[in-house]
């Protein structure tokens, strides 16, 4: 089993900066990936980016340039750094760690961009 724990949303101006954490413990050698989803009212989840084991990343084109995922494996940790926000960033992120047998899910945190 995994467990995982995010933190760091919030409400911010449109323009801001918001850093999000997602904290994994459990099985953690059983992860070979890990990223950030979100939903937003009314909408499906969606992928915002990804990063493997070895540090290679993904991200939803609306997304690219302007966020960045990081991963710390000392802390068992990732990252979203996200930059240049906009109201239609305003969704729940969800933190995912994958391994071959299943998919494990944080409760999210709220993230609003508003004025």
């Known amino acids: 089993q995994v467990q995982l724990v995010e933190s760091g949303g919030g409400l911010v101006q449109p323009g801001g900066s918001l850093r999000l954490s997602c904290a994994a413990s459990?099985?953690?050698?059983?992860?070979?990936?890990m990223g950030w989803y979100r939903q937003a009212p009314g909408k499906q989840r969606e992928l915002v980016a990804t990063i493997t084991k070895g540090g290679s990343t993904n991200y939803a084109d609306s997304v690219k340039g302007r966020f960045t995922i990081s991963r710390d494996n000392a802390k068992n940790t990732v990252y979203l750094q996200m930059n240049s926000l906009k109201p239609e960033d305003t969704a729940v992120y969800y933190c995912?760690?994958?391994?071959?047998?299943?998919?494990?899910w944080g409760k999210g945190t709220l993230v609003t961009v508003s004025s």
């Open positions: 995912n760690a994958r391994t071959t047998t299943k998919d494990y």
């Open positions: 459990g099985s953690i050698f059983s992860i070979y990936a």
